[in-house]
């Protein structure tokens, strides 16, 4: 039996546990279905003893370090986050403190204006990139799997890659500051101050950089994610009836996807503009500084919901826990968010009313920034009247939900004033958009540092001191107010500025000393929290009364396969744990949406929602011919950390590729170390069963590894339509009609496209090979794939060696910079298939593919996206 | 007036308003005097409904019930939602609120968006860089700072020479992006005559903090005069390209800039 938590008095609730459940409150449980907390204090040794898969012990125990660089479990992947997104935190709060510190006088007295700058720019990317979201996906990637009731993510070895990329993005950009300096232009980076005319320094290049990988681990865990939650839910587990914290983080990934491609799309041209010399975002480009704005915001505004997404979540988790009631109209509160989520791509020109854009296109997107707050209000009366008839519990998690929400509200109320175009003249640029977004966004971390506490103890299975928790309530929450709210006095401060009126000095200076207590509060979480892992009390199950989720059915923390014992359903209304030979059978019945014919497992009727085979089913795992025993999961890779150091060489070489010496050394040992890795990716042995019987609406059709492909390519439309955007909009600035094309001759072009969509076809007849088990007709058409490929980029070669002795070059104009450098993005894509179609023929030689054929079908899908790419982009850059 | 400090700037601009013309300063302040009563009420009428309603259901409190029947199990699936009236009711209040506010600013903003009144306004061309201010004259006269009439509309052509930049006077609630390539436009009235400070509310580099500039509102007549001395020789001295930034009336900011600079 658990043991109780001493927080919670027991007697109350006796006498009314006499029915037979199978998780009833979490806190008895029939011993046949308890998800295993019978088991030794180290569930994971305990696995290594049962002697289940030969692949989990090679996964070092916790207590080794090797065990962090090689594991791709999730609820280890989320514990990296967490403790590097607080690692950032303390980065980010102790370069606010330096600003608040030279804020406490009016005039410039500790920082340099170069120093102030780069502060304040490094503060804002590090609080929301590195700090603010990551903190959100490391609860996500613990609490998500174990909410559906999947084992792990989809594609555990790209999580871990995620964490890595992540990882290394951030080091980048504290290299930053080692190469005279980072970026010092704000976290909004605008045009044309983002150029090496005006900020020369190296590390400026590297912070793109950083931001730019960064990205790509985005990139990496939303398809990770999109994937997990879309196919691995539980039977029974509907899209509708999900818990609300993994509801959404659903729908932050999704905003995620698209809204970050943007945002790569922005930051490759930027890097070309930094790094290769194009000239969009030149001072002389008409529309170029506009254009930034555009991208930037795209993306910018997504972000706000991206980061303050999960937060909500954790919140309403916590509303519904600590009052022991259900989320009041959980129906409307979803809906609100996916309309959110919906329209938060449509309303970035918000962000640039005072730009030239005219009355009606400002009026438009008026109404749709009014629209997209309207649902928060439904959100916030849902989680305030769940509190009515409830039995609030006011403990540490409890209190900063509910301080969350306050700020929120006040965040919220200041927003509106924004929202007013009028109002939103004046404040532009002033602190009282500072004190809004702080409140918004520093509100959501109120939430994020509840959720902290709340599932400490499933995490760590100790439980935090709550005297020392509700001292930092306090002082967090007497700091908070202290630091933002005189920003709204002040307001006509302007942003970003190290000298203010004299005028102003009280209020800067309360803000100054609330900013150190706020600081202050964290050293008493981090002392709790430290404590508590060595000292605190043992929590074996659940410490909350009231949870309903399923991470709390299973023992805190769990054991390294989630769920060991018995396969978690909600086939019959509510959780219940399968020994497997009932899996088995459940999952030759319907679980596709979300009706309960698999309350009656039989093996009659039913659609079979079984995949192809139950063979090792993720291209990740293709190598795996060793076949053995396919029950049990893979959960250590090296190569993920090794792809990470390879990111992390490489880009930091590129920055200063035009320097030369060292940094060519970098580059080049980067992209070695980069090849070896993927290539030993590719390799390895990796097993990830899927699930036998789960609910996947709406992709029951598609399984994992094809979904994966299908939603990265997604991502990739937004990317190239981002491109394809830029340069509608940089033609249109010029003058649409003025412009022509760069290559005169198109031949070179139309004969490209003969080449890509004969490689197409190469690819089709390749699968058809496959299918009908031909190694030679498999090898033959990938070779002819690849050579007509490899013609591809000889003619693009030639025809661009004549366009530059022309003297037409990258940095001749916006006209060449916009040719080269998507026609070159487009290239890259080729480059890439072909990369991997060597990987492809060199297996298929060893008479890989004929037994399953789906990583060729996989490439194909890739091939003919890239193909249909070309087939936009040559009318516009060869005939119009 | 307007030497009172910035923090109760707003207040004697809210005095001042009660003038006959309306101007962005004054639509500002009326339009912010409305929002701040309304949304210190809405606040403080929320927080503290939510602040009552957790206290008063806490646990062990009198109003709580006892037992945990009809309580959240671990396990169950989400049902469907009670209180959506009470959930609507409120969400349509606000909504309306908001929505109503939204549209009564809005007569504002097209006032704001819209040409200054009368046919007399003083056109001036406005070109921002690092890290200053330029100020062109009909008569082609430049200079680093901005002296108009008091009483009479000035509207304003922006650009920017290199970065973006962003023009505003707090005082007189007048604002503008300042970007390379394009041109953007903005008015303003000054009734009293004074001096208001002109502020950068773009960071644009190393200089930002210091890129001020002086507006310098004249009785009409000592402008009339002001301006016949000037020709487009520009006495006040363009400068031009990032460097030479010294030579003109920012040399004030300019010589506290070289000290903080590296
Ligand atoms: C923890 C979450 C936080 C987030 C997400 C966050 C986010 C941001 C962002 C995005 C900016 C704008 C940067 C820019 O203008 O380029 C900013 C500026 C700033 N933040 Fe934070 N911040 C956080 C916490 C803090 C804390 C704890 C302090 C004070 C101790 C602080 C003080 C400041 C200051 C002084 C500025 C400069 C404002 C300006 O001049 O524009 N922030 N923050
Ligand atoms: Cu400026």
């Known amino acids: 039996m658990t043991r ?85 935190l303390v980065f980010g709060g102790v370069l606010a403190l330096l600003m608040r510190a030279e804020l406490w006088t009016p005039a410039a007295d500790l920082l340099g204006a170069n120093a102030y700058n780069q502060a304040v720019s490094i503060h804002g990317m590090v609080m929301v990139f590195w700090f603010l979201s990551p903190l959100a996906f490391g609860f996500a990637n613990y609490m998500v799997p174990l909410q559906i009731g999947a084992e792990d993510l989809a594609f555990p070895r790209l999580n871990a890659l995620s964490y890595w990329f992540y990882l290394f993005s951030g080091l980048l950009l504290g290299a930053s500051f080692f190469q005279e300096g980072a970026f010092s232009g704000g976290w909004t980076m605008y045009a044309p101050l983002n150029v090496p005319v005006y900020t020369p320094e190296l590390g400026a290049t590297t912070t793109v950089l950083a931001l730019l990988l960064f990205v790509a681990s985005i990139t990496v865990s939303s398809v990770n994610f999109l994937t997990t939650m879309h196919r691995m839910r539980a039977p029974g587990l509907t899209l509708r009836k999900l818990p609300l914290f993994t509801w959404t983080i659903l729908l932050t990934v999704w905003m995620m996807l698209f809204a970050f491609a943007a945002l790569g799309a922005a930051l490759v041209i930027l890097t070309s503009d ?75 020109m918000h962000h640039m009313f005072l730009t030239s854009i005219n009355l009606q296109v400002k009026t438009l997107f008026m109404i749709t920034t009014i629209g997209i707050s309207l649902p928060f209000d439904l959100m916030v009366f849902a989680l305030i009247y769940t509190l009515v008839k409830g039995k609030v519990r006011f403990e540490t998690p409890f209190l900063f939900a509910f301080g969350a929400l ?210 090792p089913v993720v291209p990740e795992t293709d190598f795996d011919e060793g076949g053995h025993d396919e029950h049990h999961a893979s959960h250590a890779s090296p190569w993920p950390f090794v792809v990470g150091v390879a990111a992390f060489f490489a880009l930091l070489g590129l920055s200063g590729v035009n320097e030369g010496g060292l940094y060519l050394v970098l580059l080049a040992v980067g992209l070695l170390l980069g090849t070896v890795g993927f290539v030993a990716f590719g390799l390895e042995p990796f097993h990830v069963p899927e699930m036998v019987a789960a609910e996947r609406w709406p992709f029951a059709g598609v399984e994992n590894a094809k979904l994966g492909v299908w939603i990265f390519l997604a991502s990739d439309v937004v990317l190239f339509g981002a491109f394809v955007g830029s340069y509608a909009f940089i033609r249109v600035a010029f003058g649409w009609t003025a412009w022509e094309p760069v290559p005169h001759d198109p031949f070179p072009g139309l004969v490209n496209t003969y080449l890509l969509l004969t490689s197409s076809f190469a690819v089709v007849l390749a699968l058809v090979a496959a299918k009908r088990r031909s190694r030679a007709g498999l090898v033959g058409s990938l070779v002819v794939t690849f050579l007509l490929g490899v013609a591809f980029l000889v003619n693009k070669a030639v025809e661009w060696q004549e366009l530059f002795h022309e003297g037409l070059t990258l940095s001749t104009g916006v006209r060449t910079s916009t040719f080269y450098l998507t026609t070159g993005l487009h290239a890259a894509h080729v480059v890439v298939g072909l990369l991997i179609l060597l990987y492809l023929i060199a297996r298929a030689l060893r008479g890989g593919y004929l037994d399953d054929d789906r990583p060729v079908e996989y490439f194909g899908l890739y091939w003919h996206f890239v193909d249909i790419v070309w087939l936009f982009l040559f009318p516009l850059f060869y005939i119009f | 007036m307007f030497e009172l400090s910035s923090s109760v700037g707003s207040v004697t601009a809210v005095l001042q308003a009660g003038g006959d013309v309306r101007t962005p300063a004054t639509e500002f302040e009326a339009i912010f005097r409305v929002f701040l009563v309304l949304g210190v009420l809405v606040g403080v009428v929320v927080l503290v409904y939510m602040t009552y309603n957790a206290v008063k259901f806490r646990a062990g409190g009198p109003n709580t019930a006892e037992g945990d029947a009809d309580r959240p199990r671990l396990g169950e699936l989400p049902t469907g939602s009670g209180g959506g009236r009470k959930l609507f009711l409120s969400f349509g209040l606000s909504a309306v609120i908001v929505l109503s506010l939204i549209a009564w600013t809005y007569s504002s903003l097209l006032y704001v968006e819209g040409d200054p009144p009368g046919d007399d306004a003083l056109d001036v061309e406005v070109e921002g860089y690092q890290w200053g201010w330029a100020f062109t004259y009909p008569n082609g006269y430049t200079d680093s700072t901005l002296r108009v009439p008091a009483d009479r509309p000035v509207r304003l052509t922006l650009t920017s020479r290199d970065v973006f930049h962003n023009f505003g006077v707090p005082e007189l609630r007048v604002k503008a992006d300042v970007i390379p390539g394009q041109e953007t436009d903005a008015w303003f009235v000054a009734e009293e005559p004074g001096t208001h400070t002109i502020n950068c509310y773009e960071l644009c580099g190393a200089g930002h903090s210091y890129m001020s500039a002086d507006l310098v509102v004249m009785e009409p007549d000592a402008y009339e005069t002001w301006y016949a001395g000037t020709d487009n020789s520009s006495e006040g001295s363009e400068p031009d390209g990032n460097e030479t930034t010294s030579a003109n009336g920012t040399t004030t900011a300019n010589a506290t800039l070289a000290g903080v600079l590296p």
């Open chain 1, 406 to 615: 306050a700020l929120f509200i006040l965040g919220g109320i200041t927003g509106v004033f924004l929202g007013a175009v009028v109002l939103d003249y004046e404040f532009r640029g002033t602190y009282w958009v500072v004190a809004h977004f702080h409140y918004v966004m520093v509100g959501g971390v109120t939430g994020l540092v509840g959720g902290l506490y709340y599932w400490f103890p499933k995490m760590t299975g100790r439980m935090y001191d709550e005297t020392l928790g509700k001292l930092h309530f306090a002082l967090y929450f007497v700091g908070f107010n202290l630091l933002y709210f005189p920003m709204f006095v002040a307001w006509e401060t302007p942003r970003r500025v190290f000298v203010y009126d004299v005028s102003l000095l009280p209020w800067h200076q309360l803000s100054t000393v609330g900013g150190f207590l706020l600081g202050a509060s964290f050293l008493v979480m981090f002392y709790n929290l430290t404590r508590s892992l060595w000292a605190g009390d043992r929590v074996e199950g659940n410490p909350w009364d009231y949870t309903t989720t399923a991470e709390w059915a299973v023992p805190s923390p769990p054991p390294l396969e989630n769920y060991p014992e018995g396969t978690p359903t909600y086939a019959r209304g509510k959780l219940e744990f399968l020994a497997p030979s009932a899996v088995r059978s459940l999952g030759r019945t319907g679980a596709d949406g979300g009706t309960d014919e698999a309350s009656t497992p039989s093996t009659d009727g039913g659609t079979v929602v079984r995949d192809r085979s139950s063979a």
């Open chain 1, 4 to 88: 109780r938590n001493r927080h919670h008095e027991r007697a109350e609730r006796d006498g009314e546990h006499d029915e037979p459940r199978v998780a009833d409150g979490g806190h008895e449980r029939p011993a046949d279905t308890d998800g295993g907390h019978e088991r030794s204090p180290t569930p994971l040794e305990d696995v290594g003893a049962v002697g289940r898969a030969f692949r989990v012990e090679e996964l070092p125990p916790l207590s080794s370090v090797a065990r962090w660089f090689v594991t791709t479990n999730h609820k280890d992947v989320g514990v990296l986050y967490v403790v590097t997104s607080l690692f950032f």
């Open chain 1, 274 to 348: 930094r790094v290769l010399g194009t000239t969009y975002f030149a001072a002389e480009t008409a529309g170029g500084s506009l254009l930034w704005a555009h991208l930037f915001w795209f993306f910018g505004h997504p972000e706000v919901y991206i980061v303050f997404f999960p937060a909500l979540g954790v919140m309403a988790e916590i509303f519904q826990t600590f009052s022991g009631r259900r989320l009041v109209g959980r129906k409307w509160f979803i809906l609100a968010m996916v309309l959110v989520a919906l329209q938060s791509f449509a309303v970035w």
